[in-house]
């Protein structure tokens, strides 16, 4: 369904009963790659799974390159649906959109989970990679980039046949404006300490683009901080192991 939310309309799912908890896709993804996790505990979950600003349905409007208007754009739409309070769950990119959302607004967290994400910033090299991308989807379209970024995110043809076609539908403006947001964001280990609400950090041991010690690093800098490393697993555990990240998920609710 759609809501027109911070002048663009916004495309999300809602499903299930019990506790909410609002489920952040990666770059270039869109919501439809936690559907696996959505299905198994929609029983013992409210889930709400948005497209955010750029990516699947949801429009690009009037970005402007900043973690902070994603972080606004998901206020409008929990407040959209009353939802005071909520667990916030971020894949990568969308940890990365997690962690803004906690800085502005604390106080409508209950729990936050990381999913092989990671708090730092970019360091000077990944950041100017993020802008050469950008500028190269802007000029040759997202089939620029598809075949090398699948192959980092996952081993699994099954999976790789599933996510390339969500990459190239994503919108290059979409896409420019969030590698512009996400490479100016700042090192968030230290937001991470004064958060009074428990921080899961997932990793997986096969993951090329996030290394397990960057989710011991988020957990030993949380208050209530925990780590799990799920094995043999890459990038996308929502696909790869839905049941196992689903249930860590439940856990820290």
Known sequence: MFAKLNHIHMYFE?????KPVI?????ALNGSIWSDVVN???????FVV????????????NSNGSLEQFADDLQALADHLELEKFTLVGHSMGGYVSLKFAEKYPERLEGLVMVTSNARSDTPEKREARFAEAELVIGSGMTAIAETMVQKLTTLTEFRQKVVPIINNTDPKGFFNVQHAIASRKNQLNLLGNLSIPVLAIAGSEDQL???EVAYEMARASKLGSV??????????MLEEPLAL???IVSVL
Not at 14 to 18: K, L, S, V, W, Y
Not at 228 to 237: K, M, Y
Request: glycine share 20%.
């Open 228 to 237: 799990v490393v799920l094995p043999g697993i890459g990038h996308l555990p």
């Open 210 to 212: 996030m290394k397990s």
């Open 50 to 61: 948005p497209d955010i600003r750029g990516h699947g349905r949801t429009e690009t409007g």
């Open 40 to 46: 198994l505990f929609d029983d013992q979950v409210h």
């Open 23 to 27: 489920l952040l896709h990666g770059l």
């Open 14 to 18: 809602e499903q299930g009963q019990g």
């Open 246 to 248: 689903g249930s860590l």
